[in-house]
Structures are given as structure tokens and as C-alpha cells.
């Protein structure tokens, strides 16, 4: 049987002045690990987009828009996505026919402020 | 606050009280130790899913009715897209159906160690909590890596599944489950054997086989009082029609049986997600299903973790559904609670309504109250000329008033 006394737990609180917190901080310093195949925030590719916006007619959500800025002849497109209605089920990425859309590892989503939510992708 | 008539006592549980997980309200009547009468009120979730699905469309559906239930959420939209599926005559590829199947026993084993957690929780077993919650833990985070969430998984779509099952999320699935495997079996041998366990559990929430039958109950309530039904098995649906699954039962009819049935049962799970992932065939994991559903109406039936999921789905050739019914087996199991608390003590009644795995949210649907023979259908005008003269009687002049 193992011994139990003072002197195991001095070993222990001995381990304990010198090793690091347990805890991490918020998103562990950009070292955040998830999972493989983890749904994250969007990325956006402008210049595979055809401005179909099937994206923005089967997201349950409403949470992305697609704005053409230039003319039909010369897009210029954007796409703004509101963090805060995403519920990150990757809907527009299965529906985008032409790959402009796919999901990132990024979840780094929390802001002070509700105006910082609505970004530009 | 109680109400003092005679010897009874009654004593008001919630809808807002520190140890219910979500609101929902009890009224307990007491004799002493002894529950005499209790009265359950449900109504506080209600979120109007239903309708919110008919100005959606049936893309957009498939997140909602994902979202019906946090842990039975492939369940739901299974049952949901065997609905469109069936309407619309798509063939779902088999290797998709495979798919489905061991995503959905994953499911099931992740909300039966979720549920034994809480329940041993409730009588004060703590350690079989943190036991549990770590191994489903590593359920979710196979969930995780291959669906991309750990709860809303996101892997059926219509016509299919979303993502295959490669080599290596195979290989990991089954080294995770052969290790929960020999944990599952210490669970059982601490359910069959440990005294305490049994004597706490043992006689307690009794709902015989006859009263589960009359209550209509379903799930692991019904299975532990002896009744053989499974949709799995009754009436299978995709990979299941191929799958081999043994039906569990047992006779204690009371939670102690329930804690039994959902242990066999995550063997059995196990069981069948090896066989799937053996037997899985090669091919392509999806169908193109149209946008536009032709018309029709729908019944699917899908077992839960929890019991039989029903879902109704009426189309009228539009991109969007006519009328979209779910039924969670909370709604079913619910009735037969009332009757398993008479004649129970007060401090059985947590692990009682434990025992049903109680999902509040899931129930919750538009309630229609059926006042008799006063029932009337008005307008807005009359609406208004009745309030009126409702004041009027009153006393109140509604014109005269200045506010």
C-alpha cells in the first residue's frame, strides 16, 4: 500500500510552488487547440464568388450578406457576417457551388462591444 | 409558502427553483413524508418551433428541428430527413445510412452516460458522475472532430450525410468505444452488485407494465417495465433494416430497471456501431434531393436515446413545409410521472423525475385550452366591443380614462 504522510504532501506542495498555473488564459494565448474538422468562422474567397447568394437565401440564420460594390461586369464582392446570428452549421459552405466559402479552426469570437460582431470577411 | 389543509401539505417545486436544470413546475401534496398527489406544469419553454418552420425553408428547417433537443439532436433531424426524403422518393445512398447509424448510436451513448451522471447525481453518487461525464467526454470529441460540433453535429443533410467516415475516423471511433467498452462493464457490475446502489434505486418510481401501456410511455421507462418496443427493431428505418439490434427489456419496472436497461443498452450500442463500421459499404454518402418537395403528407418514426421521436411533415409542393409536427418522448413519458410519484416519498421525487430523462424543452408545444361550451371565435372588432363592454360591466369607462 502506498504511504500516506507529511512527507508525501510536502513533495507535493514542493511540485506545486514551482509548476505553472493549471489554469489557461483566455484562448490560451492563440494556442488553442480543437478538433479536427471543427466548424469555425467563415472564410471568403471574392474571387471565386458568381454572386449567386445561395449562401444568404439557406443560412438559418441571416447571419451572412454578399454585397456586390462594383458593377455586373466588374464584381467587387464582399461578404459581412454578423458573429453573433452565426450559429456556425456551415450551411452556406455546403451550398456555395463554387468554394468561396469554407470554414477555418478560428474560434475566437468573443468582443466587448455588439457593433465588433458584424464583420467583414 | 404551503397550504396547510388537514394533514396535507402541499408544496410548490419551481417553475424557477436551484435544482431543476430547466423551468417547469411541481406541485407535491404531502402526508407526512408521503406524496399523495402530484400535479407537473409544463408550458414555460414554449418556442414556437413548429410554426417557425413554416416560414422557413426545408434547408433552413433542418436547423431548426436539429436544434428541438440539445442531446438528441441527430434523432431529430433523422426523423426530419427520412420525412423530405420519403416525399420527395430520393434512395439515400447505404454507406450514408451507415453513416447515420453510427453517428446516432454514438448519440445514444453519449446521452445514456449523460443521464447516468445525473442520476447518480441526484442520489448523491458523485463519483459515478465524474466517472461517466469523463467518458462521455470522449464521446463528444469524437463527435466533434468528425460532425465539427460537439452537441449539433450538422451530419445529415438531405439525400445523405455531410461528411464520410475515413479510415482514421474509424480507427479512432473504435479505439475510443473498446475502452468505454471495459468501463461500461465496471458500470454493470456496480449496478448489479453494489447493495447501496440497488437499495436506493430498487422499487422506487414504479410504473408497471400495464400503467406504462395505459400512460402510453416509450423508451428505456417502458423497455424496464417489460415492454419490447423499439423503432429500431419494430419498425427498422435505413442501415437498422441490415443491422442486427437485440431488443432489451427488464421486469423491475422502476428506476433501478431503467438505470439497467440503459446500461445494456450502451453495449448494445457499441455493439452495433463495430458491426456498422465493418460492414459499411463503399459508395457515395449523398442524393440530390430538389428544393421544391412535392405534395404530400409524412409520418417517420425514429428511436431516440430518450424513446420514440415522431415527426409529421405535410408539403404543398413548395420550397417550404405546410405543416411540420415533432414529438420528443419526453411528451410521451411525462404522462406516467404523475402517477409514478403517488405513493412516493419527498425525497424519491428528484430521482424520480430524473429517471424519465427529461427534456422540458422538447415538449413544449401550443397548448389549447378547452374551456366547454364558452368557446368562441371572434374578430378583431368584436374582440374589441367585448373588452370594451367586459370594462363597462366592470365599472371602468376605457374613453374616459386619462392616461
Redesign the interface.
Known sequence: MEKKGPGKLSKDALKNLFEKPATTSYMGNGKIIVEKGYRGRLQYNPTKCINCKLCMKDCPTGAITIINEGTKEEKKMKAVLNVGHCIFCCQCVDSCNTGSLTFSQNVDFARLNKKDLTVEL | MSNIDKNKVTIPIGPQHPSLDEPAAFSITLEGEKVVNAVIGVGYNHRGLEKACES??Y??DL??VERVCGICSHAHSTAFCISIEELAGIKVPMRAEYIRVIVAELERLHSHLLWLGTACHEIGYDTMFMYTWRDREKIL?LL??????RI?Y?VN?FGGV??DFDETTSSDVIKTINKLDDNIKHYLEIALTETTLISRLMGIGVLSRKDALKFGAVGPVAKAAGIDYDIRVAEPYGAYKEIPVKLITDNHADVYGRTVVRIFEMQESIKIIKYAIKNMPAGEISARVPRRIPAGEVLTRVEAPRGENIHFVRSNGTDKPDRVRVKAPTESNWHGVQHMLKGGKLADVPITIAAIDPCYSCTDRAIVVNTGNDTKIMDWKQLRQYSIDWYKKEGIDIAALKL
Open positions: 422557413r425553408t434547408i433552413q436547423y431548426i470529441d466533434a472532430s468528425y460532425g465539427g460540433n449539433n450538422g443533410k455531410k461528411r
